[in-house]
């Protein structure tokens, strides 16, 4: 589960990039990362793996991105 999304993740959006932390995140990597505390995971998560996102994305339908590392 998601505990925090820093002040700067939007910034990072439009490039496709969004790193996810373990509680907690390294230090000053909080403001750029969805920092979570790993509970709701069925499994670690995988590269290949799709997250979804409960947010429509723009003109419709879900956000979805694959895990690539």
Known sequence: MVQEIGPLVEEFLPQGILIFFDQPAPAGLGEVSPVHDGAGLPAPIA???????????????????PATA
């Open 47 to 65: 590269v290949g793996d799709l997250q979804r996102f409960s947010e429509p994305a723009p003109g419709g339908g879900r956000r979805r991105s």
